[in-house]
């Protein structure tokens, strides 16, 4: 099954966060996972933020290695709107989503955002179980 990332998976696993860290090095042991690269641009921004320059780069180095980047096309850009146009999300959030129906893949996120809608994929939610 083909997956895609959102940059609060990415985030999550950066961080250590479990059980998203775990379930998202295991995608990436065992395939090349999808993410837009308007995600990875916020994965960027964040580690920047936090981290500094100088992490951020190296960051995006690893992860390009790492994911099939999709690009931001026009066709892209329309199914992103029209998630943005159907649900109060940010936008960023609905390239993520857009990336996955386009790639048939589940969209792997613990983002609130984007949990319990229809979004057009199938959507696995990597916080923890809560009891």
């Not at 940059?7 to 479990?18: Q, Y």
């Not at 837009?36 to 190296?58: K, P």
């Not at 792997?108 to 199938?122: K, M, N, S, V």
Request: charged share 30%; with cysteine; net charge negative.
């Amino acid at each position: 099954m083909t997956v895609c990332l959102d940059s609060w998976a990415i985030l999550a696993w950066l961080d250590g966060d479990e059980p998203a860290a775990g379930i998202v090095e295991r995608e990436l042991e065992k395939a090349r996972p999808v993410m837009s690269w308007l995600n990875l641009g916020e994965v960027a921004y964040q580690v920047e933020r936090r981290h500094g320059c100088a992490e951020a780069v190296e960051v995006v180095r690893r992860l390009r290695s790492a994911l099939a980047l999709d690009e931001v096309t026009a066709d892209r850009v329309l199914g992103a709107s029209r998630l943005k146009a159907a649900h109060p999300i940010a936008f960023a959030d609905c390239f993520a989503a857009a990336t996955a129906a386009a790639h048939g893949a589940a969209l792997l996120t613990g983002d609130p955002e984007l949990l319990d809608r229809e979004l057009g994929c199938r959507v696995r939610d990597l916080r923890p179980k809560r009891h």
